[in-house]
């Protein structure tokens, strides 16, 4: 099964659009958190069953850095959650997707993610995240 978990949205200003995020939804993030490994600071918002993250960079070099000085704010990518993230990316390189990631990592909100190269998903990056299951 396979469910849209979240929107990435890349953002220059977290607290800013936490604001508007706020006003928009009428309720506050569930989580602030940063990926030191991505250079990443996200906040969440729940939306019934998907969620909404802001992603500002941690420094100049951070993907999400990158992508904001290439492209502006906006949607950044599409996360699916998966049962099984390891058979999942085998599924889709056997289908002729290109991973970024060969294997997983971890992620923002306790999850193993892998992305998908936009150049094989019709030029939109695509995230595949499982929860983190205790060792």
Do not use: W
Not at 17 to 32: Q, T
Not at 39 to 48: A, D, E, L, R, Y
Not at 79 to 106: C, S, W, Y
Request: glycine share 8%; with cysteine.
């Amino acid at each position: 099964m396979i469910r849209l978990e979240h929107i990435g949205i890349a953002v220059q200003n977290r607290q800013a659009s936490e604001a508007l995020f706020e006003r928009l939804l009428g309720a506050k993030p569930y989580k602030v958190e940063e990926v030191a490994s991505e250079g990443v600071v996200t906040s969440f918002f729940k939306i019934g069953e998907s969620k909404i993250e802001l992603l500002e960079a941690t420094h100049g070099e951070s993907p999400i850095a990158k992508f904001i000085s290439k492209k502006g704010e906006g949607i950044h990518h599409l996360a699916f959650e998966v049962a099984d993230i390891h058979a999942e990316m085998e599924r889709l390189r056997a289908e002729g997707f290109q991973l970024i990631n060969e294997t997983p990592k971890p992620g923002a909100d306790n999850k193993l993610v892998c992305f998908l190269h936009p150049k094989s998903t019709g030029g939109v990056l695509v995230e595949l995240c499982q929860d983190r299951r205790p060792e």
